[in-house]
Structures are given as C-alpha cells and as structure tokens.
Nanobody, 125 residues
Framework: QVQLLDSGGGLVQPGGSLRLSCAAS????????MGWFRQVPGKEREFVAR????????YYADSVKGRFTFSSDNAKNTLYLKMNNLKTEDTGVYYC??????????????????WGQGTQVTVSS
C-alpha cells in the first residue's frame, strides 16, 4: 500500500520561499513517477512538476519554471519541492502524487494513482 504524507506548507509573503516535503512509504519507489499538483477552490487540480525517479529527470509547468525545484532523497523515500520567489498566484493546496504506470508525460492528474493529503500554501502580503 502506497502512502504519501505532504508537509511544509504555510503563509509566506510574495517573493518568499517554502520547501514542501512528501514522505513516501510502501513499495520500492525507484521506478515510480512522482508529481506535485496544486488546487484552488472551483478549479481543477493543476500540474506543477514531475520527476522520473529512475533517472531523476524533472519537468515543470511554465508558470513555475526557474522558481521551483523538485528533488528526491531516495535513501529517505522523501521528495522535496523548493519554491522560491513565490507569487500570490502560487496560493493553493499542494498535493504530492505517485504512479507506477509508464505514462509518457505524466502531467495530468489522471496519470497518478496515489495522493498525499495536501498542504496549504498561502502567498499574501
């Protein structure tokens, strides 16, 4: 059984930084694809970033490219999303996600099978 535990959210001013964590437990994740999504009320869950753990290759939404960094500590089964230069539009509930399926791009929420509980990020002055 795969379990994901998100943490690290909070309130930050525009231009500030946060680091989200996703602690994963269950099977060996070395071949999994992991993703971060965010959601605001009334909108569909939005892709933020993805990492292929087998090779460490990352991919980012254009809106966060250059500001967010997705990394993994495979020894700890923990993933991190470092968010710099945060903007008000980055506000939302952030979810960690995982899939063992081979998905070409893995940027849609339907591409993932397992989800964390979410952590709130609020960017406001």
């Amino acid at each position: 059984q795969v379990q994901l535990l998100d943490s690290g959210g909070g309130l930050v001013q525009p231009g500030g930084s946060l680091r989200l964590s996703c602690a994963a437990s269950g099977p060996t994740f070395s071949s999994y694809t992991m993703g971060w999504f965010r959601q605001v009320p009334g909108k569909e869950r939005e892709f933020v970033a993805r990492i292929w753990l087998a090779g460490g290759l990352t991919y980012y939404a254009d809106s966060v490219k250059g500001r967010f960094t997705f990394s993994s500590d495979n020894a700890k089964n923990t993933l991190y999303l470092k968010m710099n230069n945060l903007k008000t539009e980055d506000t939302g509930v952030y979810y960690c996600a995982a899939t063992s399926r081979t998905v070409l791009h893995a940027i849609g929420w339907r591409d993932y099978d397992y989800w964390g509980q979410g952590t709130q990020v609020t960017v406001s002055s």
